[in-house]
Nanobody, 123 residues
Framework: QVQLVESGGGLVQAGGSLRLSCAAS????????MGWFRQAPGKEREFVAA????????YYADSVKGRFTISRDNAKNTGYLQMNSLKPEDTAVYYC????????????????WGQGTQVTVSS
């Protein structure tokens, strides 16, 4: 089973940038779709972005389109989420997860969740 560890979260001012990383153990990372989700206090976990196993296809929530970029380096077993032009409403715990489904954007299509990394955007 692949295990995931997120990092790169922190406190940033509105308009700033952060780059999240998702490090995967195991040798099968490259066969999974990778997704990023986030959960703010009192809210449901929501889809942020996903990338196909090859990196050829990417999907974004409307709320982050044009500001966030998902990528992966299968040779390093690591995925990334570059977040630019951050807004206070982006404040949440960010999670990465893996799915066997090629176009997965729903949380129930994913398993093997990491522990999450906190992103806080101040106004």
């Amino acid at each position: 089973q692949v295990q995931l560890v997120e990092s790169g979260g922190g406190l940033v001012q509105a308009g700033g940038s952060l780059r999240l990383s998702c490090a995967a153990s195991g040798r099968t990372f490259s066969t999974y779709t990778m997704g990023w989700f986030r959960q703010a206090p009192g809210k449901e976990r929501e889809f942020v972005a996903a990338i196909s196993w090859s990196g050829a296809s990417t999907y974004y929530a409307d709320s982050v389109k044009g500001r966030f970029t998902i990528s992966r380096d299968n040779a390093k077993n690591t995925g990334y989420l570059q977040m630019n032009s951050l807004k206070p409403e982006d404040t949440a715990v960010y999670y990465c997860a893996l799915s066997r489904r090629p176009n997965a954007i729903m949380y129930y299509e994913y398993n093997g969740w990491g522990q999450g990394t906190q992103v806080t955007v101040s106004s």
